[in-house]
């Protein structure tokens, strides 16, 4: 196989993995509310009366957005309309290249790398990309030409200014311990075993930077309990002028980026594609990196859903609140404890 072949297929493989999550999310998190709600959920679309518990939904939910009016406001640029879900969506799914979803396989007497585009500084890009998504937020308030839809784009901009500072700023400690910027030897670090038993999990190591991340991670999809930005029940939001797949390409942007930030929190404190004790080899060891890592991110994606149902939403004080005088000060002082940690004990 050639090495664009292969680069090919990683990053299809990668896009699969993204946009196949993030469609399945749209299916879960209805079932995940009506299982917390005591309700049925989505049941209705069908093939042939096969109804399969409604995972018919995403795609009546694909159909339905394609065949809907494009609705631009006469008071909108055109332009900048139509620029900022693509720039949003285009983001995520850039990022998802940078995603370790395995180690290195052998075949043909050479070695070949399940990271669809490796880089000593995977976790800056995926970060710069998570940041530079935001600008089509503000720029969707901007260009519907609404101010309710400007007020969204400027609650979306203050949020996300806040939260990718706190995420930056928690990252600082677990890179400080691995010494790498590079996802993979992230990975490959926590693979060692502690006291010859314990895994080496950023989980473990630095369940402060977890939690911190965790919480910095969801504000910054735009979720509820911090999905101001968008104010579902209200009739501000940055997308309350879009229609049709523009509005959907919104949505499903929420969604890879939910992806992209259980990815990077697998990838940090959970080990990856990694097992304790487990040797992966050929290609079946492949496949099974493959496994392990998906199975990884879907249950961080569960806890994540699983928050989203479970606390009420924020007002936007509380939201700035928690992220300027919250999370920032506590990865700050997480980050000085690690390095006195690693300087007396490392």
């Given amino acids: 196989m050639t090495d664009w072949l292969w680069a090919l297929t990683k990053v299809v493989y990668g896009l699969a993995f993204g946009l196949g999550l993030a469609g399945l999310l749209t299916w879960v998190e209805r079932k995940q509310s009506a299982v917390i709600q005591d309700r049925i959920g989505a049941n ?34 055109p332009l900048f309309h139509a620029l ?58 901007y260009a519907s030409g609404a101010n309710y839809g400007l007020l969204g784009g400027l609650r979306g901009a203050a949020q996300l200014i806040a939260y990718e500072a706190g995420m930056a700023a928690v990252l600082a400690g677990p890179m400080f311990v691995y010494g790498t ?28 930077a977890f939690l911190l991340f965790l919480t910095a991670g969801i504000a910054a999809t735009r979720r509820v309990p911090f999905d101001l930005p968008e104010g579902e029940p209200e009739i501000v939001g940055y997308f309350v002028e879009y229609s049709g797949m523009k509005f959907g390409m919104f949505m499903l942007a929420d969604f890879v980026e939910s992806v992209v930030v259980a990815g990077v929190c697998v990838s940090l404190f959970l080990g990856g594609w990694q097992i304790p004790g487990a040797r992966f080899s050929g290609w079946a060891g492949g496949a099974g990196m493959l496994a392990v890592f998906a199975a990884k991110t879907g249950a961080v994606l569960f806890l994540m859903m699983q928050i989203r149902w479970t606390f009420p939403r924020l007002r936007f004080d509380q939201l700035l609140s928690l992220g300027w005088t919250g999370i920032l000060p506590a990865a700050l002082a997480n980050f000085i404890l690690t390095v006195w940690a690693v300087r007396l004990w490392g």
Avoid at 45 to 56: D, E, I, M, P, T
Avoid at 57 to 72: C, Q, R, S, Y
Avoid at 94 to 123: D, H, I, K, M
Avoid at 184 to 206: F, I, N, S, T, Y
């Fill in 84 to 141: 900022a879900p693509a720039l949003t969506l285009g983001c995520g799914l850039a990022a998802l290249a940078f995603l370790p979803y395995g180690g290195e396989v052998e075949l043909a007497g050479r070695a070949w790398s399940l990271q669809p585009v490796p880089s000593p500084v995977g976790l800056v890009l995926v970060m710069g990309l998570l940041a530079l998504g935001a600008h089509g937020v503000v720029m969707a308030g």
């Fill in 181 to 208: 910027l590079d996802l993979q030897e992230a990975v490959r670090w926590q693979g060692r075993l502690l006291g010859g038993w314990l895994p080496a999990w950023g989980a473990l190591l630095q369940p402060a």
């Fill in 44 to 77: 209705r679309a069908a093939v042939l009366n096969w109804r399969l518990l409604g995972l018919f939904h995403p795609l009546a939910d694909a159909l339905k957005l394609m065949t809907k009016e494009n609705f631009v406001g006469r008071r909108a640029d």
